[in-house]
Protein backbone atom coordinates (compact mmCIF):
# COMPACT_ATOMS: atom_id res chain seq x y z
CA UNK A 1 0.00 0.00 0.00
CA UNK A 2 1.50 3.20 -1.00
CA UNK A 3 1.31 5.76 1.75
CA UNK A 4 -0.21 9.31 1.11
CA UNK A 5 -0.69 12.72 3.37
CA UNK A 6 -4.16 12.77 1.36
CA UNK A 7 -7.70 11.18 2.17
CA UNK A 8 -8.28 10.58 -1.78
CA UNK A 9 -11.88 10.37 -1.91
CA UNK A 10 -12.11 11.28 -5.68
CA UNK A 11 -12.13 7.96 -7.03
CA UNK A 12 -14.28 8.12 -9.74
CA UNK A 13 -12.45 10.99 -11.13
CA UNK A 14 -9.43 8.44 -10.93
CA UNK A 15 -7.77 6.35 -8.70
CA UNK A 16 -5.15 7.01 -6.34
CA UNK A 17 -3.41 5.93 -5.11
CA UNK A 18 -2.62 3.13 -7.19
CA UNK A 19 -1.44 -0.63 -6.13
CA UNK A 20 2.30 -0.82 -5.43
CA UNK A 21 1.76 -3.86 -7.68
CA UNK A 22 0.82 -1.50 -11.05
CA UNK A 23 3.58 0.94 -9.87
CA UNK A 24 6.03 -1.73 -10.07
CA UNK A 25 4.65 -2.76 -13.47
CA UNK A 26 4.50 0.80 -14.56
CA UNK A 27 8.18 1.35 -13.58
CA UNK A 28 9.63 -1.90 -14.78
CA UNK A 29 8.05 -1.19 -18.70
CA UNK A 30 9.78 2.27 -18.59
CA UNK A 31 13.28 0.77 -17.26
CA UNK A 32 13.11 -2.53 -19.56
CA UNK A 33 10.96 -3.25 -22.32
CA UNK A 34 9.10 0.67 -23.41
CA UNK A 35 10.15 0.38 -26.98
CA UNK A 36 7.32 1.38 -29.50
CA UNK A 37 4.99 -1.69 -29.81
CA UNK A 38 4.08 -2.95 -33.71
CA UNK A 39 6.96 -0.88 -35.11
CA UNK A 40 9.63 -2.62 -35.42
CA UNK A 41 11.05 -6.21 -35.14
CA UNK A 42 13.66 -5.73 -32.26
CA UNK A 43 14.15 -7.13 -28.87
CA UNK A 44 12.34 -4.06 -27.27
CA UNK A 45 9.37 -3.30 -29.56
CA UNK A 46 8.49 -7.09 -29.42
CA UNK A 47 8.67 -7.13 -26.05
CA UNK A 48 6.39 -4.33 -25.69
CA UNK A 49 3.82 -5.94 -28.06
CA UNK A 50 3.90 -8.91 -26.18
CA UNK A 51 2.81 -7.01 -23.35
CA UNK A 52 -0.04 -4.87 -25.03
CA UNK A 53 -1.39 -8.48 -26.26
CA UNK A 54 -1.15 -9.94 -22.85
CA UNK A 55 -3.23 -6.85 -21.61
CA UNK A 56 -5.63 -7.53 -24.21
CA UNK A 57 -6.17 -10.92 -23.44
CA UNK A 58 -6.25 -9.91 -19.09
CA UNK A 59 -9.18 -7.29 -20.15
CA UNK A 60 -10.96 -9.50 -22.73
CA UNK A 61 -10.84 -12.31 -20.10
CA UNK A 62 -12.14 -10.13 -17.65
CA UNK A 63 -15.21 -9.21 -19.40
CA UNK A 64 -15.76 -12.57 -20.60
CA UNK A 65 -15.02 -11.65 -24.17
CA UNK A 66 -13.03 -14.89 -26.14
CA UNK A 67 -10.98 -12.69 -28.74
CA UNK A 68 -8.55 -10.25 -27.32
CA UNK A 69 -8.36 -8.63 -30.54
CA UNK A 70 -11.45 -6.73 -30.12
CA UNK A 71 -10.15 -4.98 -27.27
CA UNK A 72 -9.18 -1.69 -29.18
CA UNK A 73 -7.13 0.31 -26.19
CA UNK A 74 -8.01 4.14 -26.13
CA UNK A 75 -6.37 6.78 -24.01
CA UNK A 76 -9.11 6.90 -21.79
CA UNK A 77 -13.35 6.05 -21.49
CA UNK A 78 -13.90 9.51 -23.27
CA UNK A 79 -11.96 8.59 -26.61
CA UNK A 80 -13.68 4.97 -27.07
CA UNK A 81 -17.31 6.21 -26.68
CA UNK A 82 -16.63 9.51 -29.03
CA UNK A 83 -14.76 6.73 -31.39
CA UNK A 84 -17.78 4.28 -30.64
CA UNK A 85 -20.71 6.67 -31.38
CA UNK A 86 -19.05 8.86 -33.65
CA UNK A 87 -18.07 5.44 -35.68
CA UNK A 88 -22.03 4.03 -35.74
CA UNK A 89 -24.05 6.89 -35.65
CA UNK A 90 -23.79 8.24 -38.93
CA UNK A 91 -27.15 8.24 -40.10
CA UNK A 92 -30.70 9.56 -38.99
CA UNK A 93 -32.44 7.43 -36.77
CA UNK A 94 -33.51 7.93 -33.19
CA UNK A 95 -31.27 7.06 -29.92
CA UNK A 96 -32.41 5.95 -26.18
CA UNK A 97 -29.79 7.21 -23.75
CA UNK A 98 -30.77 8.03 -20.02
CA UNK A 99 -30.81 11.08 -18.04
CA UNK A 100 -27.67 9.85 -15.37
CA UNK A 101 -25.34 10.18 -18.88
CA UNK A 102 -21.86 11.78 -18.35
CA UNK A 103 -20.73 14.57 -21.60
CA UNK A 104 -18.78 11.93 -22.32
CA UNK A 105 -21.63 10.10 -24.06
CA UNK A 106 -23.82 12.93 -24.09
CA UNK A 107 -21.42 15.84 -26.38
CA UNK A 108 -20.35 13.05 -29.07
CA UNK A 109 -24.37 11.98 -29.73
CA UNK A 110 -25.27 15.68 -29.52
CA UNK A 111 -22.54 16.98 -32.73
CA UNK A 112 -23.91 13.77 -34.29
CA UNK A 113 -27.68 14.74 -34.02
CA UNK A 114 -25.86 18.06 -35.70
CA UNK A 115 -24.40 16.53 -38.21
CA UNK A 116 -27.10 13.77 -38.98
CA UNK A 117 -30.31 14.65 -37.67
CA UNK A 118 -30.56 11.97 -35.14
CA UNK A 119 -33.16 12.25 -33.02
CA UNK A 120 -32.41 11.48 -28.76
CA UNK A 121 -34.44 10.43 -26.02
CA UNK A 122 -33.61 9.98 -22.63
CA UNK A 123 -35.20 7.45 -20.20
CA UNK A 124 -35.61 7.99 -16.63
CA UNK A 125 -33.23 6.20 -14.37
CA UNK A 126 -35.59 6.25 -11.38
CA UNK A 127 -38.41 4.38 -12.97
CA UNK A 128 -38.20 0.50 -13.72
CA UNK A 129 -36.12 0.16 -16.91
CA UNK A 130 -39.27 -1.65 -19.17
CA UNK A 131 -41.27 1.38 -17.68
CA UNK A 132 -38.90 3.68 -18.92
CA UNK A 133 -37.44 2.80 -22.05
CA UNK A 134 -39.96 0.70 -23.49
CA UNK A 135 -42.53 3.57 -24.53
CA UNK A 136 -39.58 5.48 -26.30
CA UNK A 137 -39.06 2.79 -28.40
CA UNK A 138 -40.17 3.96 -32.07
CA UNK A 139 -39.86 2.56 -35.52
CA UNK A 140 -36.67 3.86 -35.98
CA UNK A 141 -34.93 3.73 -32.87
CA UNK A 142 -31.53 1.75 -33.41
CA UNK A 143 -29.73 2.57 -30.98
CA UNK A 144 -29.45 1.92 -26.43
CA UNK A 145 -26.47 3.95 -25.11
CA UNK A 146 -26.31 3.93 -21.41
CA UNK A 147 -24.05 4.40 -18.60
CA UNK A 148 -23.96 1.86 -16.30
CA UNK A 149 -23.34 3.59 -13.09
CA UNK A 150 -24.46 6.54 -12.33
CA UNK A 151 -20.39 9.00 -11.71
CA UNK A 152 -23.06 11.16 -9.39
CA UNK A 153 -25.59 9.07 -7.89
CA UNK A 154 -23.50 6.01 -7.83
CA UNK A 155 -26.56 4.17 -9.08
CA UNK A 156 -26.31 0.83 -11.12
CA UNK A 157 -28.26 -0.18 -13.77
CA UNK A 158 -29.40 -3.77 -14.42
CA UNK A 159 -27.26 -4.91 -17.15
CA UNK A 160 -29.40 -7.69 -17.73
CA UNK A 161 -32.38 -5.67 -18.37
CA UNK A 162 -31.03 -3.65 -20.44
CA UNK A 163 -29.54 -6.27 -22.71
CA UNK A 164 -32.89 -8.02 -22.74
CA UNK A 165 -35.03 -4.62 -23.40
CA UNK A 166 -31.83 -4.13 -26.68
CA UNK A 167 -32.51 -7.93 -27.53
CA UNK A 168 -36.06 -8.20 -27.71
CA UNK A 169 -36.06 -4.55 -29.83
CA UNK A 170 -33.09 -5.30 -31.47
CA UNK A 171 -31.26 -2.17 -30.87
CA UNK A 172 -27.66 -1.69 -30.69
CA UNK A 173 -25.71 -1.32 -27.11
CA UNK A 174 -23.17 1.14 -26.67
CA UNK A 175 -22.25 0.92 -23.01
CA UNK A 176 -20.35 3.50 -20.69
CA UNK A 177 -18.87 1.06 -17.99
CA UNK A 178 -16.48 3.96 -16.58
CA UNK A 179 -17.86 3.56 -12.74
CA UNK A 180 -18.72 -0.09 -13.10
CA UNK A 181 -16.01 -2.26 -14.00
CA UNK A 182 -13.50 -2.66 -11.10
CA UNK A 183 -16.71 -2.44 -8.71
CA UNK A 184 -19.15 -5.08 -10.22
CA UNK A 185 -18.25 -7.45 -12.96
CA UNK A 186 -19.13 -7.48 -16.63
CA UNK A 187 -19.66 -10.97 -18.31
CA UNK A 188 -20.17 -10.33 -22.24
CA UNK A 189 -21.51 -14.12 -22.52
CA UNK A 190 -24.38 -13.29 -20.31
CA UNK A 191 -25.05 -9.73 -21.52
CA UNK A 192 -23.54 -9.45 -24.74
CA UNK A 193 -23.78 -5.23 -25.09
CA UNK A 194 -22.19 -4.80 -28.68
CA UNK A 195 -19.87 -2.11 -27.51
CA UNK A 196 -18.30 -1.82 -23.80
CA UNK A 197 -16.57 1.65 -23.18
CA UNK A 198 -14.26 2.40 -20.19
CA UNK A 199 -11.19 3.87 -18.68
CA UNK A 200 -8.13 2.39 -17.16
CA UNK A 201 -7.49 4.76 -14.98
CA UNK A 202 -10.96 4.58 -12.39
CA UNK A 203 -11.56 1.51 -10.28
CA UNK A 204 -9.35 -0.76 -12.89
CA UNK A 205 -6.41 0.85 -11.22
CA UNK A 206 -4.62 1.67 -14.50
CA UNK A 207 -2.62 5.12 -15.30
CA UNK A 208 -4.52 7.96 -16.83
CA UNK A 209 -3.97 7.45 -20.47
CA UNK A 210 -5.59 3.98 -20.59
CA UNK A 211 -8.85 2.87 -21.58
CA UNK A 212 -10.40 0.63 -24.02
CA UNK A 213 -13.06 -0.15 -26.43
CA UNK A 214 -14.58 -3.75 -26.06
CA UNK A 215 -16.35 -4.78 -29.80
CA UNK A 216 -19.15 -7.85 -29.30
CA UNK A 217 -18.14 -8.67 -33.08
CA UNK A 218 -15.47 -7.68 -35.90
CA UNK A 219 -16.93 -4.37 -37.14
CA UNK A 220 -15.49 -1.77 -39.31
CA UNK A 221 -17.21 1.43 -39.04
CA UNK A 222 -15.51 4.49 -39.61
CA UNK A 223 -12.38 5.46 -37.82
CA UNK A 224 -12.14 8.72 -35.52
CA UNK A 225 -8.32 9.22 -35.96
CA UNK A 226 -5.95 7.84 -39.36
CA UNK A 227 -2.24 7.49 -38.93
CA UNK A 228 0.28 5.46 -38.71
CA UNK A 229 -0.67 1.55 -37.70
CA UNK A 230 2.33 -0.26 -37.97
CA UNK A 231 1.95 -2.54 -41.51
CA UNK A 232 0.05 -1.65 -45.09
CA UNK A 233 1.91 1.58 -45.12
CA UNK A 234 0.95 1.87 -48.88
CA UNK A 235 -2.50 1.44 -48.11
CA UNK A 236 -4.23 5.05 -48.07
CA UNK A 237 -6.85 4.28 -45.39
CA UNK A 238 -6.52 2.83 -41.94
CA UNK A 239 -6.92 -1.03 -42.48
CA UNK A 240 -9.40 -3.12 -41.70
CA UNK A 241 -7.86 -5.42 -38.98
CA UNK A 242 -8.43 -5.18 -35.71
CA UNK A 243 -7.12 -3.91 -33.41
CA UNK A 244 -5.17 -1.49 -35.51
CA UNK A 245 -7.75 -0.40 -37.76
CA UNK A 246 -9.08 1.89 -34.28
CA UNK A 247 -5.56 2.70 -32.63
CA UNK A 248 -3.69 5.10 -34.88
CA UNK A 249 -0.58 5.92 -33.69
CA UNK A 250 1.80 4.63 -30.66
CA UNK A 251 -0.25 3.27 -27.85
CA UNK A 252 0.55 4.44 -24.58
CA UNK A 253 2.46 0.90 -23.79
CA UNK A 254 3.01 1.98 -19.87
CA UNK A 255 -0.75 2.85 -19.56
CA UNK A 256 -1.87 -0.34 -20.84
CA UNK A 257 1.06 -2.28 -18.74
CA UNK A 258 -0.78 -0.30 -15.72
CA UNK A 259 -4.20 -1.90 -17.09
CA UNK A 260 -2.78 -4.93 -17.42
CA UNK A 261 -1.69 -5.10 -13.78
CA UNK A 262 -4.70 -3.53 -12.55
CA UNK A 263 -6.44 -6.07 -13.80
CA UNK A 264 -4.28 -8.44 -12.10
CA UNK A 265 -4.52 -6.77 -9.00
CA UNK A 266 -8.08 -6.93 -9.22
CA UNK A 267 -8.66 -10.68 -10.56
CA UNK A 268 -6.28 -11.64 -7.41
CA UNK A 269 -8.61 -9.96 -4.77
CA UNK A 270 -11.63 -11.50 -6.59
CA UNK A 271 -14.92 -10.06 -7.01
CA UNK A 272 -16.58 -10.82 -3.96
CA UNK A 273 -13.90 -9.22 -1.76
CA UNK A 274 -14.21 -6.27 -4.00
CA UNK A 275 -17.91 -5.67 -3.14
CA UNK A 276 -17.88 -6.75 0.64
CA UNK A 277 -15.43 -4.18 1.37
CA UNK A 278 -17.01 -1.83 -1.12
CA UNK A 279 -20.71 -2.25 0.21
CA UNK A 280 -19.30 -1.81 3.64
CA UNK A 281 -17.12 1.34 3.47
CA UNK A 282 -20.58 2.94 1.71
CA UNK A 283 -22.57 1.21 4.78
CA UNK A 284 -20.58 3.47 7.04
CA UNK A 285 -20.54 6.72 4.43
CA UNK A 286 -24.23 6.61 4.51
CA UNK A 287 -23.85 6.92 7.85
CA UNK A 288 -21.26 9.19 8.41
CA UNK A 289 -23.70 12.05 6.10
CA UNK A 290 -26.92 10.97 7.66
CA UNK A 291 -25.12 11.52 11.01
CA UNK A 292 -23.93 14.95 9.90
CA UNK A 293 -27.73 16.22 8.67
CA UNK A 294 -26.22 16.03 4.86
CA UNK A 295 -28.86 15.94 1.95
CA UNK A 296 -27.89 12.97 0.25
CA UNK A 297 -28.58 12.86 -3.81
CA UNK A 298 -27.92 9.37 -3.70
CA UNK A 299 -25.01 6.90 -1.98
CA UNK A 300 -24.65 3.59 -4.07
CA UNK A 301 -21.73 1.49 -5.71
CA UNK A 302 -18.98 3.42 -2.91
CA UNK A 303 -20.58 7.23 -4.82
CA UNK A 304 -22.36 9.50 -2.99
CA UNK A 305 -23.50 12.83 -3.72
CA UNK A 306 -24.54 15.40 -1.05
CA UNK A 307 -25.19 18.93 -0.01
CA UNK A 308 -24.46 20.46 3.49
CA UNK A 309 -27.08 22.92 4.58
CA UNK A 310 -25.99 26.70 4.44
CA UNK A 311 -22.39 25.58 2.28
CA UNK A 312 -22.21 25.96 -1.32
CA UNK A 313 -20.59 22.53 -2.47
CA UNK A 314 -17.61 24.52 -3.66
CA UNK A 315 -17.26 25.62 0.07
CA UNK A 316 -17.64 22.14 1.79
CA UNK A 317 -14.95 20.92 -0.31
CA UNK A 318 -12.69 23.81 0.08
CA UNK A 319 -12.93 23.28 3.68
CA UNK A 320 -11.94 19.70 3.22
CA UNK A 321 -9.37 20.58 1.44
CA UNK A 322 -8.38 22.39 3.73
CA UNK A 323 -7.98 19.41 6.02
CA UNK A 324 -5.92 17.30 2.66
CA UNK A 325 -9.59 15.50 1.99
CA UNK A 326 -9.78 15.12 -1.64
CA UNK A 327 -13.68 15.50 -2.76
CA UNK A 328 -14.90 17.13 -5.93
CA UNK A 329 -18.00 19.61 -6.02
CA UNK A 330 -19.91 20.73 -8.92
CA UNK A 331 -21.70 19.17 -12.14
CA UNK A 332 -19.26 16.46 -12.20
CA UNK A 333 -19.83 17.29 -16.41
CA UNK A 334 -23.49 14.79 -15.94
CA UNK A 335 -26.02 18.16 -16.58
CA UNK A 336 -28.81 15.82 -16.87
CA UNK A 337 -29.02 14.47 -13.77
CA UNK A 338 -28.06 17.41 -11.79
CA UNK A 339 -31.42 19.81 -13.48
CA UNK A 340 -33.26 16.74 -11.95
CA UNK A 341 -31.72 16.41 -8.67
CA UNK A 342 -31.82 20.67 -8.61
CA UNK A 343 -28.94 20.77 -7.86
CA UNK A 344 -27.99 22.68 -11.50
CA UNK A 345 -26.81 25.78 -9.71
CA UNK A 346 -24.27 24.94 -7.22
CA UNK A 347 -23.42 21.19 -8.37
CA UNK A 348 -22.78 19.29 -5.20
CA UNK A 349 -20.39 17.13 -3.17
CA UNK A 350 -19.61 13.83 -4.06
CA UNK A 351 -17.01 11.44 -2.45
CA UNK A 352 -16.17 8.74 -4.43
CA UNK A 353 -14.23 5.42 -2.47
CA UNK A 354 -12.19 2.76 -4.18
CA UNK A 355 -11.37 -0.96 -2.21
CA UNK A 356 -8.20 0.59 -1.27
CA UNK A 357 -10.13 3.29 1.32
CA UNK A 358 -10.28 2.34 4.47
CA UNK A 359 -12.37 3.01 7.67
CA UNK A 360 -10.31 5.59 8.94
CA UNK A 361 -10.36 7.54 5.85
CA UNK A 362 -14.22 7.80 6.56
CA UNK A 363 -13.77 8.90 9.73
CA UNK A 364 -11.43 11.89 9.34
CA UNK A 365 -13.92 12.97 6.66
CA UNK A 366 -17.19 12.58 9.40
CA UNK A 367 -15.09 14.38 11.77
CA UNK A 368 -14.22 17.31 8.70
CA UNK A 369 -17.61 17.61 8.17
CA UNK A 370 -18.52 17.38 11.67
CA UNK A 371 -17.03 20.80 12.89
CA UNK B 1 15.99 -28.24 -43.05
CA UNK B 2 14.75 -24.30 -44.23
CA UNK B 3 12.71 -22.07 -42.84
CA UNK B 4 9.39 -20.79 -43.93
CA UNK B 5 7.44 -17.60 -43.33
CA UNK B 6 4.47 -17.14 -42.63
CA UNK B 7 3.10 -13.47 -43.69
CA UNK B 8 -0.33 -12.29 -40.84
CA UNK B 9 -2.28 -9.63 -41.14
CA UNK B 10 -0.35 -7.07 -38.54
CA UNK B 11 1.89 -7.68 -35.26
CA UNK B 12 -1.46 -8.04 -33.42
CA UNK B 13 -1.69 -11.69 -35.18
CA UNK B 14 1.81 -12.73 -35.19
CA UNK B 15 2.08 -12.31 -31.13
CA UNK B 16 -1.11 -14.35 -30.90
CA UNK B 17 -0.08 -17.02 -33.43
CA UNK B 18 3.26 -16.91 -31.86
CA UNK B 19 1.76 -17.52 -28.37
CA UNK B 20 -0.09 -20.47 -29.63
CA UNK B 21 2.57 -21.75 -31.37
CA UNK B 22 4.66 -22.11 -28.43
CA UNK B 23 1.77 -23.58 -26.06
CA UNK B 24 2.14 -26.47 -28.76
CA UNK B 25 5.42 -26.75 -28.81
CA UNK B 26 6.15 -24.69 -31.99
CA UNK B 27 8.96 -22.14 -32.07
CA UNK B 28 8.42 -19.08 -34.16
CA UNK B 29 10.18 -15.85 -34.69
CA UNK B 30 7.80 -13.04 -35.10
CA UNK B 31 9.76 -10.72 -38.00
CA UNK B 32 9.04 -7.68 -40.12
CA UNK B 33 8.47 -7.96 -43.59
CA UNK B 34 8.93 -5.58 -46.47
CA UNK B 35 7.59 -4.64 -49.93
CA UNK B 36 8.92 -7.58 -51.25
CA UNK B 37 6.67 -9.62 -49.23
CA UNK B 38 3.29 -8.13 -48.68
CA UNK B 39 0.76 -6.13 -50.67
CA UNK B 40 0.44 -3.09 -49.02
CA UNK B 41 4.14 -2.60 -47.73
CA UNK B 42 5.65 -3.64 -44.69
CA UNK B 43 3.86 -5.94 -42.15
CA UNK B 44 4.59 -8.62 -39.93
CA UNK B 45 5.37 -12.51 -40.46
CA UNK B 46 6.45 -15.59 -38.03
CA UNK B 47 9.28 -17.41 -39.13
CA UNK B 48 9.24 -21.50 -38.46
CA UNK B 49 10.95 -24.10 -38.90
CA UNK B 50 10.03 -26.31 -42.38
CA UNK B 51 9.22 -29.32 -40.17
CA UNK B 52 6.79 -27.71 -38.04
CA UNK B 53 4.85 -26.16 -41.05
CA UNK B 54 2.25 -28.58 -41.30
CA UNK B 55 1.08 -28.64 -37.51
CA UNK B 56 1.57 -24.67 -37.68
CA UNK B 57 -0.81 -23.77 -40.54
CA UNK B 58 -3.43 -26.52 -38.44
CA UNK B 59 -2.75 -24.31 -35.53
CA UNK B 60 -3.28 -21.03 -37.35
CA UNK B 61 -6.32 -22.23 -39.12
CA UNK B 62 -7.72 -23.25 -36.23
CA UNK B 63 -7.27 -20.34 -34.36
CA UNK B 64 -9.14 -18.36 -37.76
CA UNK B 65 -5.71 -16.49 -37.82
CA UNK B 66 -5.23 -16.08 -41.90
CA UNK B 67 -1.89 -16.11 -43.30
CA UNK B 68 0.23 -15.87 -46.72
CA UNK B 69 3.26 -18.11 -47.22
CA UNK B 70 6.04 -15.88 -48.39
CA UNK B 71 7.98 -17.49 -50.61
CA UNK B 72 11.90 -17.63 -50.67
CA UNK B 73 11.90 -15.13 -47.85
CA UNK B 74 15.42 -14.93 -45.99
Same mark, same amino acid.
Given at each position: ?12 ? @? ?9 ? /??? %???? /? ?27 ? +? ?25 ? %? ?11 ? +? ?18 ? #? ?18 ? @????? &? ?9 ? !?? $????? /? ?36 ? %? ?15 ? +???? $? ?8 ? &? ?6 ? &? ?24 ? #????? #? ?14 ? !? ?15 ? &? ?29 ? !? ?5 ? $?? +? ?26 | ?13 ? =? ?29 ? =?? =? ?15 ? =? ?9
Amino acid at each position: MVMSKYTYLDNAA @TTFPKPRYVIK /EVV %KCLK /EYCGNPGRSAHKLSLLAAEIVYDTRERVA +EYIGLSTPERIIFTSNATHALNTAIKG %KLNHKCHVITSDL +EHNSVLRPIYRQMQLHGIEL #SYYDSDIPLYDSIIPLIRDN @TEFLI &TTLASNVTGRI !ID $TNIIY /EIANKYKLYTIVDASQYLGHMSLDINKTPFDIVCAPGH %KSLFGMQGSGFMALLNE +ETFP $TLLEGGSGSE &TYNPYMPS &TLPERYEAGTVNTPAIASLGAGISYL #SALGN #SFIREKLNKLTIRLHE !ILYDVGATVYGCENGIA &TFDMSNELSREVVERLDEKNICVRGGLHCAP !IIHRKLG $TE +EHGAVRVSLSILNSIEDLDRLYFALKN | MGTTVLAVKSSTYG =IMAKKHLKKEGISSKLIKLDTEATENGCGYG =IR =IENRDFFRAVAILGRLR =IEYTVVNGYE
